[in-house]
């Protein structure tokens, strides 16, 4: 299934639904539909949000399946509407934290070789990851303020994990049942700002701190059972076009640590909570930074539209303010 978080264009209440057919289904109006129309109150217990839902995701997941599957011979006018009608949020707008990987092998290495430095071969041994700013989440088609003080802003195409459940010293081998889905994320960053910072040997902080686009939906991992390779990898074609140039064009299969592993580091000594985001890094050519502006006609300027599309997650498109 495909969840997401949105709002109505006349209303600010923060609204929980997925996708069916070419409808965006209001779970909390789809229950109390079914509760009147078909005197089933089962689904009232479904949480009002996203967010609430993942706390006790296994339970909420096997009711939102159930009406799934109930609401196909139903008047879905009564509960529904179209993609024209609602405004994307993040999957989970704020979420209680989010850790961003270097996972992806060819651009920890071109990012290096930068700054003038080799592989460090702790690299392969251990995920390594930066806590970015949980308050500062966008969703599907948001604008984004170009930050102060930068020159450089660059895109960066990944795509993440949601957590769900919850738990502290999970092993790589248990991971698959925390992840409540998957979902594309845009790492944006202030190049400048964040060499600034490097040398000092804290960070990127400042550099990434002023904005992380989510969306457009969080896709549950059956939907993508079939993506999966012979060597166990997730095999997703991810592009970025800006300005519908294509500029980006990887694949989610050259990620070097796993989620497992990457969520065996984060959850050691520490609780990994429901609605928790993780990255995965930056995908080989996944930045400007990596392509070289020379290359790419420069930097992200205002009135830019990046456009970051991961095979079977959607398109996550944000306009550059």
């Given at each position: ?18 996708v ?80 961003d ?15 003038g ?7 392969y ?49 248990d ?65 970025c ?9 990887g ?71």
């Amino acid at each position: 299934m495909k969840f997401l978080t949105f709002t109505l264009n006349n209303s600010s209440k923060d609204r929980f639904g997925f996708v069916f057919e070419d409808k965006i289904i209001d779970i909390n109006k789809c229950a109390e539909w079914m509760k009147d129309n078909k005197n089933n109150s089962s689904f009232n217990r479904i949480p009002s949000t996203l967010t609430d839902s993942l706390i006790d995701w296994d339970v909420n997941l096997s009711l939102l399946i159930e009406m799934n599957e109930l609401i196909k011979d139903s008047d879905i006018e009564k509960f529904s509407f179209s993609d024209s009608e609602i405004i994307f949020l993040p999957p989970v707008p704020n979420p209680p934290s989010f850790r961003d990987f270097y996972a992806f092998e060819q651009h920890v290495m071109a990012a290096r070789k930068l700054r003038g430095l080799e592989m460090n071969p702790d690299w392969y041994k251990i995920p390594i990851f930066y806590f970015s700013n949980p308050n500062c989440c966008y969703g599907h088609k948001q604008e984004i303020p170009y930050p102060k003080q930068t020159d450089e802003l660059d895109f960066e195409l990944e795509f993440a994990i949601i957590v769900g459940n919850g738990g502290i010293n999970i092993d790589s081998s248990d991971a698959e049942q925390y992840i409540a889905g998957y979902t594309i994320l845009n790492d944006w960053s202030a190049r400048d700002l964040q060499r600034e910072e490097m040398p000092m040997s804290l960070g990127p902080a400042k550099g990434k701190d002023f904005a992380s686009s989510f969306g457009p939906y969080m896709v549950t991992k059956d939907e993508l059972s079939d993506a999966w390779d012979d060597q166990g990898n997730l095999n997703l074609r991810m592009t970025c076009h800006v300005n519908d140039k294509l500029i980006s064009d990887g694949n989610t299969n050259d990620l070097y640590h796993s989620f497992g592993d990457m969520i065996e580091r984060a959850s050691l000594n520490t609780n990994l909570l429901p609605g928790d985001y993780i990255g995965s890094g930056t995908v080989g050519t996944g930045c400007i930074l990596e392509l070289r502006p020379e290359n790419t006609d420069g930097w992200i300027e205002k009135g830019d539209k990046v456009t970051l599309t991961v095979e079977r997650l959607g398109s996550l498109e944000n306009k550059i303010i």
